[in-house]
């Protein structure tokens, strides 16, 4: 089955600097990369995705970005502020005949630091 | 349009007792995928369900988990004589096609006492 790493664990930055947290996944099937951010006792939301057809996606201050030939895809977040503070997980999926299971990242513990 | 609802939010529940845990998935979503999240981890895929069918239940422990998604209602899962190890947030997520992203609900937060 699939296998998605996720580093750094946590991740302290200062307010108004940039964020990157990196995920690598195993199964090269995988074609689909949604980024989730999750709030103490929350839900996860998610906040954007990316398919194995495109290179980069952009939102606002939020961008991610794939490499399928090396199995990486990153989440970039620029001029950070105190509400980007959550833990955020990134996931890989293949559209099967059996449905679209998500496989999730452990996890990165994000601090903006006002 | 109302987001994934899950119910209870909290739940304990005694060692050998039964917990039962419910989601209701986003209007016009008709496939519903349940996680478990342990303690300062990721999030475990368990069992995915269209109306009245399960899909896959690759992620489920072969004994005492179950779930079912019936043509009215929400989807159930059940787990019978709880034990200390199953103490974790359930999330429910739905899709409205198998292939769209998945939205996630806030979450059953299980102890077991």
């Known amino acids: 089955g699939e296998n998605v790493e996720q580093h750094p664990s946590t991740l302290s930055v200062q307010e108004g600097d940039s964020a990157v947290i990196k995920c690598t996944y195993s199964d090269s099937a995988s074609n689909y990369f949604p980024w989730y951010k999750q709030e103490l006792g929350k839900g996860p939301q998610l906040i954007i995705d990316?398919?194995?057809?495109?290179g980069e996606k952009k939102d606002q201050r939020i961008a991610v970005t794939l490499n399928k030939t090396a199995k990486h895809f990153s989440l970039h977040i620029t001029e950070t502020q105190p509400e980007d503070s959550a833990v955020y997980f990134c996931a890989a999926s293949q559209a099967t005949n059996t449905g679209n299971q998500f496989y999730f990242g452990t996890g990165t513990s994000l601090t903006v630091i006002p | 349009n109302a987001g994934v609802m899950q119910n209870p939010r909290h739940l304990v529940r005694r060692r050998g007792q039964e917990a039962r845990l419910r989601c209701s998935p986003m209007k016009g979503h008709s496939h519903v995928y349940w996680y478990r999240q342990l303690p300062e981890e990721g999030l475990k895929f368990m069992v995915y369900l269209q109306k009245e069918n399960i899909i896959d239940e690759s992620g489920m422990p072969k004994e005492r988990f179950s779930a079912e998604f019936p043509k009215e209602g929400p989807s159930i899962l059940r787990i019978q004589q709880v034990v200390r190890g199953d103490s974790a947030a359930y999330f429910c997520?739905?899709?409205?096609?198998?292939?769209?992203?998945?939205?996630f609900g806030p979450g059953t937060r299980l102890t077991v006492l």
């Open positions: 997520a739905s899709s409205p096609l198998p292939l769209d992203t998945q939205y």
């Open positions: 990316i398919r194995s057809n495109v």
